[in-house]
């Protein structure tokens, strides 16, 4: 079964509002989540370390108030794209995983956002 | 950053055998991994090489040289639900995963 539940799966809105995504680990508590997000036939690139309780870690050249992260529960993450723009569509991806060892990342089912 | 280098398409035939290689850079290794991933979909795990050599599992294999900082996905047996883009991921030191920009494979009957 889904170990990662991301949700919505599909989200079209206008430029200028805000989106919200929602990352659910399913089988166990997560302290850490990854967000990615991947332009068609391009590479995942990682945007932000989702931290629980804490501040997330933002990568280089991703705006952390545009890109807002909240991870107030071991299962729950959010990533919320305000003030949208048509640039920013794109696919989003959260995973979780154990960081360390053979455990891989699992990946949400993703989240197509279309900024009209 | 990281450098991940893999081929950008393939094509094989069903019932062929395909070899996806993957060059790496990484500040740190701490384990390479490859994913399957169908157009629209999420990435699904495949494999994982922490140490050097093959590891087996049905009809895919991995293969790791740490020093040449090398690794291929091997595809036995090719089937049509095959064609897909497969992702290399290196975690560095700080077990932050980089990907690649994968490789997309297509199997033809």
């Known amino acids: 079964g889904a170990v990662v539940s991301q949700h919505p799966s599909r989200v079209i809105c206008k430029s200028g509002t805000s989106v919200k995504i929602e990352c659910r680990s399913l089988?166990?508590?997560?302290?850490?989540m990854f967000w990615y997000r991947q332009f068609p036939k391009q590479s995942l690139m990682l945007m932000a370390t989702s931290n629980e309780g804490s501040k997330a870690t933002y990568e280089q050249g991703v705006e952390k108030d545009k890109f807002l992260i909240n991870h107030a529960s071991l299962t729950l993450s959010t990533l919320t794209v305000t003030s949208a723009h048509p640039e920013d569509s794109s696919f989003y991806i959260c995973s979780v995983g154990a960081g360390t060892g053979a455990s891989p990342l699992h990946f949400g089912n993703g989240t197509r956002l279309t900024v009209t | 950053g990281q450098n991940i280098d893999q081929p950008t398409e393939m094509t094989a035939t069903e019932g062929a055998i395909v070899q996806i290689n993957c060059t790496y850079q990484?500040?740190?290794?701490?384990?390479l991994f490859w994913y399957q991933q169908h157009a629209g979909e999420a990435p699904t795990f495949l494999s994982y090489?922490?140490?050097?050599g093959l590891e087996e599992k049905g009809r895919f294999s991995s293969f790791l040289s740490r020093s040449k900082g090398y690794s291929y996905l091997l595809l036995k047996e090719l089937q049509m639900k095959d064609s897909a883009s497969y992702l290399c991921a290196v975690r560095d030191r700080d077990y932050k995963l980089s990907f690649g920009a994968g490789t997309t494979v297509t199997v033809r009957a």
């Open positions: 089988d166990f508590q997560a302290t850490t």
């Open positions: 990484t500040s740190g290794f701490n384990g």
């Open positions: 090489n922490v140490l050097d």
